[in-house]
C-alpha cells in the first residue's frame, strides 16, 4: 500500500479526534456523510505510482452545515501492471462545519494498469551467413530499449533463426524478444518481428594427399589418369551427406612428356546444394605417358640353358632380359612363403639397364628341390610386369662318401636327413658327362678318382634330384690289394702291395658307405674274419687308399 496514502488516512482521523475532543458540546450532533456513485478511471498506463485518477467525485447529500469541504484521493494497492486491481479510495472534510460530520468511510473500487509501450533502438542482425547445417541467426546488436522509466531494472534477451538451415536468399528470419528484469512485466515491448535475411554456400576445400594422381601411365590409348587416392572434404559439416569424387585426364592420348594433366573434382551426396568447392573444378598438373613394358625373353644359366645340373647352396644364380620397348626401373623375385622363410631376397632392386642382368642367391642350407618364382619388373609408370621361371636345387655334397682313393658313393643310411633307403636309382656323371651304366649306389674310378663327379638319384615316383658335385684330385701312389678267397665266406686274406709303412688300418663299408668293421695290422697281409656280418656287398679300404669290393 502506497505510504502516502495512509499517511493521509492517519492525519485525517487524528484531525476528526482532534476536533470531537475540543468541541465536546458537539459530539452528539456529528452526522455521516455517505457518498455514492465515486467513479475513477477503468484503466491507466503503468506509471510507476499507485495513483489513480477519479473521474467523479460521487453524490453528496445537502448537509445542514453547508460550510464543508469535501475531496477524495484513490491510490492502487501497488503500482505493477494487472487487472481488476483493488484501487483503495479515501475522502477527507475541511471547513468551518467540518467538525459537525463524520469523515466518510473508504470504499474499495477496481482497475487495470495497462503495460507501458516502449521501443528498441539500434536492434541489428547478421542478415548473410554462410551455411553451418543450423537455422540460427546471429543478433549482431540487442539494441537499447526506450521509454523504461527512471528506476526500473529491465533488460533484454533476443534470439533469431531462419525457417530452414538450407541454403537461399531472402529468407524469412523469426525474431524473439523477450524482456528481463523484475520490472519487465510492466512494459509492452514493440519490435520488428519478421526480417528476410540470406544463407550463402559453405566453402569447402580438397584435402590432397600425397601423390593422389598417378602422374605417369603406360600408353593404353587414353588420356585417362589414375586418381588413385581421392581427396577428402576439409570444411563440410559432420554427418552431412556430402562427398568429393575426382577424376583426371592428359591433355592428350599420345606418348610424350610434360603433358598437362587436368584434375576435375565434383561434389555429390544430398547435402551438395549447401556448399562450394573453393578449389577451381580443372587444376593442372603435369605428367608422362610412356611406352609399356615388351619383353622378348628371359634367359638363365644352368636350368635355363639345359645343363645337367641344377643350383648349389650358397651358388648364384643370374638370369638376363631382353626388352622390345619401355623402360624397367625395378624388380623383385616374389617367392612362395616356404621359400622366403628358407632366405631367398625378395627386396626390391634397381634394374641395371646397362646389362639387363638379374641374379639371386641360393640361400646356405636350402633344401633340395623343385623351386617356382616370379620376377615382378616395375616400369617408369609404376607398372608391373610378371615372368614366372623355376629352378632346381640340388643335395647338398655332403651326401657324398670316399672311402677309397679310387670309389666314390652316395649316403643312402638316412644318416643327414633321417630317412634310409630314401634314394632308389642312380645315374654317375663325370666332368658333367653321363657315365654309361652307372648305376650303382657307388662308383669306381681306375687309376683312382680325379676331376668333378655328381649323380642323379631317384627318390620314387619320378622325383629326381642331383647332388651337388665335387671335386676330386687324385695324389694316391699305385697301391694296391688283392682278396683271396673273393667271394667270401667268412674269412679273406688281404694281401697288400706297394704300400709304404708297416702299419695299416682296415675299414669295411656296407652298400650304403657306412664303416661296419675297423682292424689294424701290420705287415703285407692280414686275414680278415667277416663271419660276424650278413651277406651282401662290401668294400674294403686299406689306410684310407685303394678299395676292393667283395661279396659275402
Known sequence: MNKTFIHKVMRAAMLVCMTVLLQPAAWAQLDTISITGTIIDTTKVYDGTTAANIVTLGEIPVLPYNQVSISAEAHYLDASVGVDKPVIVTFSLSGDDAYHYLTPSSIILYADIT???ITIDSFQLQLNREYDGTNNCEVVSP???????????????????????????????????TLTGPQA????????????GSITRRTVTPNYPMYYVKTIKDYDGTDTARVFD????????????????????????????????????????????????????????KGSIVLPLVFDSLEGDHQFVATAYGFCNDEQVTLRYHIRQGVPSYYRIVFSEEAAAIGFDTNWLECNAEDSIISFAIPHNCPAGHYEAVIEFMSISRTSSYHPFSFNVNLDKAYFVIPFDDVISI???????????????????????????????????????TGKYAVMVNMGSDDEAMVCPTHIYNTTDKATISLMPSPVVTTTTVKL???????????????????????????????LDLSALPQGTYMVTIDGHSTKTLKL
Do not use: C, M
Open 185 to 196: 512485466g510492466n512494459y509492452d515491448l514493440s519490435y520488428p518481428r519478421f526480417f528476410l
Open 115 to 117: 503495460p507501458l509501450p
Open 497 to 527: 702291395q706297394g704300400f709304404g709303412k708297416s702299419q695299416h688300418q682296415l675299414q669295411v663299408f656296407n652298400s650304403h658307405g657306412v664303416v661296419v668293421l675297423t682292424t689294424t695290422f701290420e705287415g703285407s697281409q692280414h686275414l
Open 143 to 177: 539494441g537499447s530499449l526506450l521509454g523504461v522509466l527512471s528506476g526500473d531494472t529491465v533488460g533484454q534477451s533476443v534470439t533469431a533463426s531462419y525457417a530452414t538451415p538450407n541454403v537461399g536468399y531472402l529468407k524469412p528470419i523469426t525474431v524473439t524478444y
Open 230 to 285: 581421392q581427396p577428402t572434404l576439409q570444411g563440410a559439416v559432420e554427418g552431412e551427406d556430402i562427398d568429393l569424387f575426382t577424376t583426371a585426364n592428359f591433355d592428350s592420348p599420345e606418348v610424350g612428356d610434360n603433358k598437362t594433366i587436368y584434375i576435375h573434382h565434383q561434389l555429390l551426396g544430398a547435402d551438395t546444394g549447401n556448399y562450394r568447392l573453393v578449389a577451381d573444378s580443372v587444376y593442372p598438373i
Open 411 to 449: 649316403d643312402n643310411s638316412g644318416r643327414l636327413d633321417g630317412q634310409s633307403d630314401r634314394f632308389h636309382t642312380f645315374q654317375w656323371y663325370h666332368n658333367d658327362e653321363l657315365i654309361p651304366n652307372a648305376n650303382k649306389p657307388y662308383y669306381q674310378e681306375l687309376g683312382g678318382l
